[in-house]
């Protein structure tokens, strides 16, 4: 079965991780052909993607003026590959492959990645209008539409429900573990000049607001006043010392020196199990792929109610109201008085809900049911 995968850009993030693990599951498999294109630019996963011998095109749309020009391109290569199956993922994707879809007479799977999106808090207004389109097209271009999420059902309340279903992220939990081994966690805590009985609370996500960087620094902020020897160690795509919004906000605490900025980084598992508390803070998420990650490696989560996180964690002593530091500093301050025995026990318990419920096979399974079932439609 051939499959082209639609999606706006291959820059990492986690859509284009999940569309990844998805590939690599069948990668060994001749039953599988996968094609990417990227309406954008080709980023690491696209590079990725080519390294394991993956087609992978780039439409290169950078504007309004240039896509109809593109979206020619894109309706050139799938009709040069006559998929079995188109499968877009995201908002502008599900629009322009749909269309193309529907205009070269192919099958297609939408994608939604995320529960909300608000103008002007991450969101561009031209998007909510693209989301409205899809909406009333969604009765009649996609055959189904795969949600990451079960909030993002609810939340999408225009869309044809009775075409809905919903697929979460998937982890190959033995991988991620052998990875975060790469580095002893001893040896990558001293690169950084982490003390070996220093508290570390972990924080992974590109610099948006939906990832609330505030209400993290705010927590933060309560933290180091309550607690001696601790360190915020940030990660992602602009978390660094180039970035003034984000440096000002850690300037105002009592303690800018306590924050550790490794900007984007490959060696996220390894950066996980240097943590002894992860912390999601977004006021937004769809299925929060981190924080399944750091549930493999069996970290302590803290987490704010966005998307399906609360579903994922099954603690409400783990989970806080979005935009509250002080509730969610109380969460983590408990995590904290617990011995290192008994937040072990809360990592051990998070791991098995990824193995049981949320594994790569779970999701590999999934999609091919779906795959099969839209195919002979």
């Given at each position: 079965?051939?499959i082209?995968?639609?999606?706006i850009?291959l ?8 569309l990844k693990?998805?590939i ?14 990227s309406l954008?630019?080709?980023g690491?996963i ?7 011998g ?5 439409l ?7 896509a109809p020009?593109k979206?020619?391109?894109?309706i ?8 079995d ?14 269309i193309?879809?529907y205009l070269?007479?192919h ?7 995320n ?9 561009a ?5 693209i ?8 009765k009649?271009i ?11 059902i ?8 009775t ?7 998937g982890?190959?939990?033995e991988?991620i573990?052998t990875?975060s081994?790469?580095i002893?966690?001893?040896?990558f805590?001293?690169s950084l000049?982490?003390n ?13 607001d939906?990832?609330d960087f ?10 180091l006043n ?8 940030l990660?992602?795509?602009?978390i660094d ?14 303690d ?18 240097a943590?002894?508390i992860?912390?999601l803070?977004?006021?937004s ?8 990650e750091?549930m493999?490696i069996?970290?302590?989560c803290?987490?704010?109610?966005a ?10 002593k ?11 500093a ?9 011995s290192?025995e008994?937040?072990h ?6 791991q098995q ?12 399974q999934s ?11």
């Open positions: 079965m051939k082209l995968h639609i999606i850009g820059n990492v993030g986690g859509a284009e991780n999940a693990r998805l690599e599951s069948h990668l060994n498999n001749p039953n599988y052909q996968h094609i990417v294109i954008t630019t080709i690491k696209g590079i990725q993607l080519q390294e394991l993956i087609k992978v095109y780039t290169e749309i950078s504007s309004f003026w240039n020009l979206f020619l391109n894109l050139k290569i799938i009709k040069n590959n006559q998929p199956i188109i499968h877009s993922w995201m908002y502008h994707a599900d629009l322009l492959g749909g193309a879809a070269t007479k099958k297609i799977i939408w994608s939604i990645r529960t909300h999106a608000i103008v002007g808090l991450g969101t207004s031209f998007t909510k209008y989301m409205l389109t899809c909406a009333l097209l969604s009649y996609p055959e189904k539409i795969v949600c990451v999420a079960n909030s993002a609810l939340s999408h309340d225009k869309y044809d429900h075409k809905m279903i919903v697929i979460p992220n982890y190959d939990t991988k573990i990875q081994n790469n002893s966690r001893e040896v805590r001293s000049g982490i070996s009985d220093t508290i570390v609370i972990g924080s992974i996500g590109r610099f948006n939906y990832k505030p209400t993290f620094i705010k927590t933060a902020s309560e933290l309550a607690h001696d020897n601790l360190k915020l160690l990660i992602g795509r602009n010392t180039n970035n003034n919004a984000l440096m000002t906000l850690i300037n105002k605490t009592i800018p020196n306590a924050f550790l900025l490794l900007g984007e980084r490959n060696d996220i598992p390894v950066c996980l199990q943590m002894d992860f912390c803070h977004s006021i998420e769809g299925f929060p792929n981190v924080l399944g750091a493999c069996g970290v302590p803290v987490t704010t109610d998307g399906d996180a609360a579903l994922m964690v099954r603690n409400a783990l989970v806080s109201p979005i935009s509250d530091p002080t509730a969610l109380g969460k983590i301050k408990s995590i904290i008085t617990l290192s008994e937040r026990e809360i990592g051990s318990k998070l809900i990824i193995k049981t419920d949320y594994s790569l096979q779970n999701m590999q999609y091919e049911k779906l795959y099969t079932e839209v195919a002979n439609s």
